[in-house]
C-alpha cells in the first residue's frame, strides 16, 4: 500500500490533521505521506482519511497513481469536454 500526495496539493494542513497514523509529512508546503506509517486508514474500515478530507481533486492517489478524488469528483461537473451542462 502506498498513497502520494502530488503537486495538486494545496498545503491546506487537512490530510495532516486527520491523519490517525501520522502518516503525513510535511516540509514547507510540500507534502508526502511516510510510506511504512500510512495503512490506507484499513485499521479504521473507513478508506483514507486523507483523502475523504481533501478539497482538492487528484492531489491524493494510490500506488497505481489513481486519484482518490479524480477530475470532476468535487465539484460535480462534467469533464468530457463534449458535455455542456446547462443549469435552470
Known sequence: MALS???????CFACKEVCPKGA???A????????????ECESLGKGPQCAQICPVETAIVDAK????NPPGSLTGLP?????????S
Do not use: L, M
Not at 500526495?5 to 498545503?11: L, R, Y
Not at 497513481?65 to 482518490?68: I, M, R, V
Open 5 to 11: 500526495i502530488t503537486k495538486a496539493c494545496i498545503a
Open 24 to 26: 503525513v509529512s510535511s
Open 28 to 39: 514547507g508546503n510540500n507534502f508526502s505521506i511516510i510510506e511504512h506509517r500510512c495503512d
Open 65 to 68: 497513481g489513481q486519484a482518490f
Open 79 to 87: 469533464q468530457d469536454p463534449n458535455v455542456i451542462a446547462f443549469s
